[in-house]
């Protein structure tokens, strides 16, 4: 019974040390740009457009996934967050048309997809 006991200890224990991970398309942020410039990026879903003009810079996707049972599933307000981290690096002002898929896989508990253009705003 005791062994019992501590092998269920033990899961949760380590369960509660990880949460979540991220992956992109594009590399590390820190071989991207060192001159991150820390300034608010805008989000736009697929059919709002900012009023700005603007010019196209990258597509950025990235991926939020939870890593055991116990959390919760990852949002879109967390997907987005690391939208703007990574569309902040490559010096954009905004992600647009972005669109979201989330689901179970094969080596997640959940997971949330995003994806969108990085663009410039233009004077």
């Known amino acids: 019974m005791f062994k019992r006991f501590f092998i269920f200890i033990t899961i949760i224990s380590l369960a509660s040390c990880a949460s979540y991970r991220v992956d992109s398309n594009l590399p590390p942020l820190s071989s991207v740009n060192n001159n991150t410039q820390n300034k608010e990026v805008l989000v736009y879903e697929r059919g709002t457009l900012p009023k700005e003009k603007f010019k196209d810079l990258k597509q950025i996707e990235v991926t939020v996934k939870k890593l055991t049972v116990f959390h919760t599933d990852p949002t879109k307000a967390q997907a987005n967050e690391e939208l703007k981290t990574i ?20 080596f997640t508990w959940g997971y949330i997809d995003a994806s969108g253009m990085a663009v410039k705003f233009s004077n």
């Open 87 to 106: 569309a902040n690096s490559i010096g954009a002002d905004a992600v647009v048309n972005v669109e979201y898929k989330s689901g179970i896989g094969w």
